[in-house]
């Protein structure tokens, strides 16, 4: 009941401050803002203690509110792995209010007050109608920060809004179907009259195969639209590059993730409805499509020179990493190899916290540069450490984990995968074990290229000296308080869960447990599987407090040395090309250093590069900048929609507005109907 | 508890005398190198001991910060050997069991190396230099081509860790696999361990920047890997720096070397010097490949990594043969 | 025989065939002339000893004679027979292909992993007796990467050795396949081979000089 009224109390203010926004122009405009944002976090601080609550005590949550449609019902179930998800959101939710508040616009504050009760409804909804009132309510929020932002260079889709508002219905689409085929395979009736319209009943029995593939499909469409898995992840450039830095921090820290939560989730609850005999395709499907999107995340974020595009696509990569762990749990289910299974839904469940937080800091970071040099091309950035000390430590510790570097936290979760694969060589049997080698093989890749990647952006972005004017004068004095704290707490947390994954793994236990019982495996984690874990997180902090152990000793090592010597400080050593003035624009950029991998990346994907040639000895001026367009984009649904634009527009007279025309139309369908009742 | 007794001072000597190698001994592979190649040219070269020597007199001489760095410029040489030392603490030398074994090590080794490669990749950015970016970028590069190679090596390991059915449920780990080697393992698994040596001899090559990745002697910044993106240490820096190379050298070579001469002696004596030879055997054979082949053009390098790639994975496919998991099938 | 010595017959011959995997790497990976005619000559060497492994360690006079020719011939006249062919000619020693070198390994590569997958599962006469596992997957893998030289490399020479290639791969399958293949035959394809290459050896000689190059993408318009 208390989540209940806590979500009340967030969409109404939610909702009232973005009418404030465009209504409202009283004197009383400061106190009603501080008021009701006070009273949206105190809803959040409710609904995190009811879940860290569920959580502690491992009991569902089950309750049902008023309706007021004649169809569906306010039925919700929070369980653990939800309390788990919702907890994540409001603390992840919540920092990013707090690093807005006092800056943005009543209009974004409210629609990120009403974004996230509506995710929390997204998670605790049994009932398809409540789910997708809460899922669209969710992707409207979303459109707020695509407003009256485009890009005159970026022809596909010449606007974020429209790639933003496509993607979203397409999804929205594929989830109108596939959410009420499964409640009614579930057992969920519902007729004329209307009345609940649950979708989380058990499936007694296997469907036949065109519909469990094909609502295979329209889930991995639904919800992984958001998310941005490859196919559906065309989206990703043109949105993140046109919204400001905190979308990136909304879109990939919370929506993307809650998809991706509701999407396993799901593909869970179907396993009986595929059945034995189908779940190792679907396993392999999955780890398919987690490989292609890591890849093809890292094929966009190494082709591409802007902050907010890079971390955008990087997330895609994470997501390929997360699938590419859920294939291996199900394939584990396949194969009944539950130890298999457990280490892989570790590494999912811990991944998608540890994303969340190293790619919520990386946002919040770059939100801070962006309002002090008020761009996020790394060409025009350098040398912000020495400036903003602080945000730097914070993108730098975020950018380090997702390179999966030792002792910070997203390294943690993907031992955890690999784990789980090393084990799945030998337990899965002929075609899972070599796939398991091939996932294997390309985590490493991908785990090398987000290095490069990472390394590019933070060595190029905040190292060095300033390549611009913009980038020189920024300064951390100018942020607010709370920016400097928020980018602290963060870091602290991401060296502390990198140190101490044990931490990590008491908050997703339960969920992990969840998860196992619905694949099928009633014990749960098992003891053997539970003390596998326990001591390879143990040893894992080892390792790390013997590197800091090290380091330390090494620096008193040096310090010593240092203090008999002399320390000099002087220009970077030139060569002797004797380079002074101009050295900051001689720098390496964005351009030289992704080269060779773009090279690569040109050539062996489908990711369409725009590498600027120098074909004579002495070339004209030109504008040398790093540019690439989604294959996918490119080659498929741009002639797709294209095509729809160029011959659907002929069907417009159908819409004329000819109350004649309606009326024959409706005669028709009379007809039509009458034949088909009288044929069948 | 006498038996307990011996067994823990047993143990501590080989942890020590496993510190000793790991901490004492790499320069001197080095030298052994460097001297070996001014030999081949004729020349009579630097004494063993000259790295020592280098490495005391640049941690004696005073620093030059420049002003463009920050802390990361500080902290990557401490990172750059801590994580040396501390990848080195997992594989198994001198016919040990490594002092940190846990099932899934071998990742976490592959991990800890490449968090020293990051460190010297942000440090050389640090500095703001083009040179410097330019080695970085090469670096980075190319280190990420060559993941998926460690990779399938880590893989063939692992599973030969487990091929022996009497000996199944032996942990995940780089001890628990080269811990059981014995030299007639080379008989039962000999064609999965030749392209496995080859693959594993040219990431050697390649993540210690040697010849033909890479030329450690090299004079001119545009050719440069690893050596241009440490331009800007001095003093203690750079010894740090040079010297955390040379553990990596080593720590890769042991591994090497732990798997071409599995061999364990009786006594411990007998295989430390056995270990400190097999090295030097590597070392000429790091040698030879300087003295016999030039610097390969930088676009040719994928090519080679690809083809390691390719052993690699054959390696991983005639383990599966050899352990007998393509047989049964309807003939 | 015992058991210990059936185990060393048996991974010596494995380490045989990965050998002949490494070569046919080495040989799409090489750019140089002269070397990919002596790595093909040494595969054909290495399947040379085929044979004698094959039988078991028990010598017979016509598997050695048949070895020791196979030796002879593959391993030393035709390598010889070939690099004098070209000698004379203004042959470049660098390698000419359609495509360059990361690709070709990466095709490589590709062939590799389907010579694999299809050799491994293929379904072989249950009357043959088990050698070994690698056998068929690494005869496939041979003959791919002959045809994988043909397409690619655009010298005459190269041609001749991606034939050649093939040939090593169609000798190992004839070893999977028939055990007993009386000597006379195997005798007689080593004859032909032979004489193949000799053929070619004088044709390329002519051509070098008429042409003064050995490009067979320019020697297209001689069609008709």
């Given amino acids: 009941m208390i989540i209940q009224v806590a979500w009340s109390i967030s969409f109404i203010a939610g909702l009232s401050l973005i009418a404030l926004s465009i209504f409202a122009n009283t004197a009383l405009r400061p106190q009603l803002r501080r008021i009701l944002l006070s009273a949206a976090a105190a809803s959040m601080v409710m609904a995190a203690v009811v879940s860290v609550r569920t959580l502690a005590s491992g009991s569902a949550v089950e309750f049902t509110g008023p309706w007021f449609l004649p169809i569906g019902s306010c039925a919700m179930r929070i369980g653990v792995s939800e309390a788990m998800m919702l907890l994540l959101v409001n603390l992840f939710g919540g920092l990013i209010l707090a690093s807005l508040w006092r800056e943005e616009s009543e209009l974004d504050l409210g629609a990120l007050i009403v974004l996230i009760p509506a995710l929390g409804v997204c998670l605790a909804a049994r009932d398809v109608i409540l789910f997708l009132i809460a899922w669209e309510t969710m992707a409207l929020c979303g459109v707020v920060w695509q407003r009256g932002r485009s890009l005159p260079e970026d022809h596909y889709f010449g606007h974020g809004l429209w790639a933003y508002l496509a993607s979203a219905n397409l999804a929205t689409g594929c989830l109108m179907v596939a959410l009420p085929l499964l409640a009614k395979l579930g057992g969920a009736e519902f007729g004329p009259a209307g009345g609940p319209l649950l979708w989380d009943g058990h499936f007694a029995s296997e469907a036949n195969p065109v519909t469990a593939w094909g609502l295979v499909f329209l889930v991995l469409a639904g919800f992984g639209t958001k998310a941005g898995l490859f196919p559906f992840h065309v989206w990703i450039r043109t949105v993140y590059r046109n919204a400001p830095a905190h979308f990136g921090a909304i879109s990939s820290g919370l929506m993307a993730k809650v998809s991706l939560f509701l999407l396993i989730r799901t593909l869970i609850r179907m396993i009986p409805l595929l059945g034995p005999e189908r779940l190792p395709w679907l396993a392999g499907l999955l780890m398919l499509i987690g490989m292609a999107t890591g890849l093809a995340g890292l094929a966009g974020a190494l082709t591409s020179a802007r902050i907010k595009v890079i971390l955008g696509y990087s997330s895609m990569e994470n997501v390929g990493i997360i699938l590419i762990g859920t294939g291996l749990a199900f394939w584990g289910v396949a194969r009944e190899a539950w130890v298999v299974t457990t280490f892989a839904f570790v590494g999912v469940w811990f991944h998608i916290l540890n994303h969340m937080l190293a790619k919520t800091c990386l946002f919040l970071a770059s939100r801070n540069i962006i309002q002090q040099s008020s761009t996020d091309d790394l060409a025009r950035l350098g040398g912000l450490h020495l400036r903003m000390p602080v945000t730097a430590a914070a993108f730098g510790a975020g950018a380090l984990a997702l390179s999966a570097m030792v002792p910070l936290n997203a390294f943690n979760s993907e031992l955890m995968i690999y784990d789980g694969l090393f084990r799945g060589v030998l337990a899965l049997g002929p075609v899972g074990r070599d796939l398991a080698i091939v996932a294997i093989a390309v985590l490493g890749l991908m785990g090398g290229l987000a290095a490069a990647c990472f390394t590019g952006v933070w060595g190029l972005g905040f190292l060095g000296n300033p390549r611009t004017a913009a980038a020189e004068k920024v300064s951390e004095a100018e942020l607010s308080p709370e920016n400097r704290w928020i980018a602290k707490f963060m870091t602290f947390a991401i060296i502390v869960l990198g140190i101490l994954p044990i931490l990590g793994y008491f908050v997703v236990r339960r969920a992990v447990a969840e998860s196992l019982v619905n694949s099928g495996y009633a014990e749960g984690i098992s003891r053997q599987a539970d003390s596998d874990v326990r001591s390879l997180l143990l040893w894992l902090s080892l390792v790390a407090s013997l590197l800091f152990m090290l380091l330390l000793g090494l620096k008193r090592w040096r310090d010593r040395r240092l203090n008999a010597a002399t320390i000099d400080s002087g220009l970077t050593w030139d060569c002797g090309f004797g380079y002074t003035d101009s050295f900051a624009r001689g720098q390496y950029g964005p351009l030289s250093y992704f080269d060779p991998l773009s090279a690569y990346v040109s050539k062996w994907t489908w990711q369409k590069v725009h590498r600027p040639e120098i074909r004579e000895p002495f070339p004209a001026k030109m504008r040398v900048r790093i540019e690439s367009v989604d294959g996918m984009l490119h080659y498929v649904y741009d002639p797709i929609f294209r095509f729809v634009g160029k011959y659907m527009s002929r069907l417009r007279w159908i819409q004329a507005g000819s109350i004649q025309l309606y009326l024959a139309m409706m005669a028709l369908t009379l007809v039509a109907m009458l034949a088909w009742v009288a044929v069948l | ?331 | 025989m015992n058991s210990m010595d059936e185990v060393l017959l048996h991974e010596f011959i494995d380490i045989l065939l990965v050998a002949v995997l490494i070569l046919d790497l080495l040989i799409v990976a090489t750019r140089k002339l002269k070397s990919s005619v002596w790595m093909n000559a040494s595969q054909a060497a290495l399947l040379g000893l085929m044979p004698l492994l094959l039988t078991g360690g028990e010598l017979e006079f016509h598997v050695v004679l048949m070895s020791v020719a196979i030796l002879v011939v593959r391993g030393l006249v035709i390598p010889f027979v070939l690099l004098r062919s070209v000698r004379s000619a203004p042959v470049s020693v660098e390698l000419r292909s359609l495509v360059d070198q990361a690709t070709a390994v990466s095709l490589a590569a590709v062939l590799f992993g389907l010579s694999f997958a299809l050799g491994i599962n293929l379904p072989l006469p249950a009357a043959i007796p088990h050698f070994s596992d690698l056998l068929v997957p690494t005869a496939l893998t041979t003959i791919m990467i002959g045809l994988l030289l043909l397409v690619i490399r655009t010298q005459a020479l190269m041609q001749v050795i991606g034939y050649l290639t093939i040939e090593n791969g169609i000798f190992l399958i004839g070893l999977a396949l028939v055990r007993e293949t009386p000597v006379v035959v195997e005798l007689g394809i080593l004859l032909d081979v032979f004489v193949g290459v000799f053929v070619m050896g004088i044709v390329l000689f002519h051509i070098s000089q008429a042409f003064e190059h050995l490009d067979t993408t320019e020697l297209s318009s001689l069609r008709d």
């Avoid at chain 2, 990848?87 to 071998?106: N, W």
């Avoid at chain 2, 990431?203 to 033909?212: A, D, Q, Y």
Wanted: charged fraction near 15%.
């Fill in chain 2, 1 to 331: 508890m006498m038996a307990e007794f011996a067994w823990l001072a047993e143990t501590l000597m080989q942890r020590t005398i496993q510190m000793f190698i790991l901490i004492v001994l790499p320069p001197m592979f080095i030298g052994i190198i460097v001297k070996l190649k001014a030999v081949a040219a004729g020349r009579k070269g630097p004494p063993i001991w000259q790295p020592y020597l280098d490495l005391a007199r640049l941690s004696r001489k005073g620093v030059v910060y420049s002003t463009a760095t920050g802390q990361v410029f500080r902290w990557a040489p401490l990172l750059v050997v801590a994580s040396s030392i501390t990848a080195g603490l997992i594989v198994p030398m001198a016919g040990f069991t490594a002092p940190i074994h846990f099932s899934g090590d071998l990742i976490v080794f592959a991990y800890v190396l490449a968090l020293g490669r990051l460190a010297i990749i942000l440090a050389s950015l640090d500095t703001g230099s083009a040179f410097e970016g330019m080695g970085a970028s090469r670096e980075a590069s190319f280190a990420a081509l060559a993941e998926p190679t460690m990779f399938l090596i880590l893989v063939s390991l692992g599973l030969l860790g487990h091929a022996d059915p009497h000996k199944f449920g032996v942990e995940w780990s780089l001890t628990g696999t080269l811990a059981q080697m014995e030299m007639i393992t080379w008989a039962h698994y000999g064609p999965a361990l030749l392209p496995l040596s080859f693959a594993l001899f040219v990431l050697i090559l390649l993540e210690n920047s040697r010849v033909p990745f890479d030329d450690p002697t090299t004079h001119l910044e545009l050719t440069m890997i690893h050596e241009v993106m440490i331009l800007d240490h001095s003093g203690p820096d750079l010894a740090l720096m040079e010297y955390g190379a040379a553990v990596k050298l080593l720590v890769f070579q042991s591994l090497l070397g732990r798997i071409i001469f599995p061999h364990h002696f009786e006594s411990q004596w007998a295989d430390v010097v056995t270990f400190v030879i097999k090295i030097g055997v590597l070392s000429v054979c790091v040698t030879a490949v300087e003295v016999g082949m030039a610097r390969l053009k930088m676009n040719r390098i994928p090519g080679i990594l690809l083809g390691a790639f390719i052993l690699a994975a054959l390696s991983v496919v005639v383990m599966l043969v050899e352990m007998g998991e393509f047989r049964g099938l309807p003939s």
